[in-house]
């Protein structure tokens, strides 16, 4: 089991910057790849951003690159978007996910964060 806690939305302009942090307990965190994902309303959830177990390799939504950045940090369990320069349509409930691939596969969300763009 793996327990995931996010922080660090709120109301932005546009324009502005947010940083989302998410930490996981429970399990051994290395052994996951991790991820951001959002749900704005009426609408689907979609892939933000992911970072493999390693940290090594990242992959973003189109629509984010150049603007957010993925991170992980090993050492004290967590995971952390940046979002620069955002923007009306970014507003949405952002969760954190936690995956583990092959034969012991898991995956796990947080209850998310909601961050809202707006003048």
């Known amino acids: 089991q793996v327990q995931l806690v996010e922080s660090g939305g709120g109301l932005v302009q546009p324009g502005g910057s947010l940083r989302l942090s998410c930490v996981a307990s429970g399990s051994i965190f290395v052994a996951y790849g991790m991820g951001w994902y959002r749900q704005a309303p009426g609408k689907q959830r979609e892939l933000v951003a992911v970072?493999?177990?390693?940290?090594?390799?990242?992959e973003y939504a189109d629509s984010v690159k150049g603007r957010f950045t993925i991170s992980r940090h090993n050492a004290n369990n967590t995971v952390a978007l940046q979002m620069n320069n955002l923007k009306p349509e970014d507003t949405a409930v952002y969760y954190c996910n936690a995956i583990r691939i092959g034969s012991d596969y898991a995956t796990y969300w947080g209850q998310g964060t909601q961050v809202t763009v707006s003048s």
């Open positions: 970072i493999s177990s390693s940290g090594r390799k990242t």
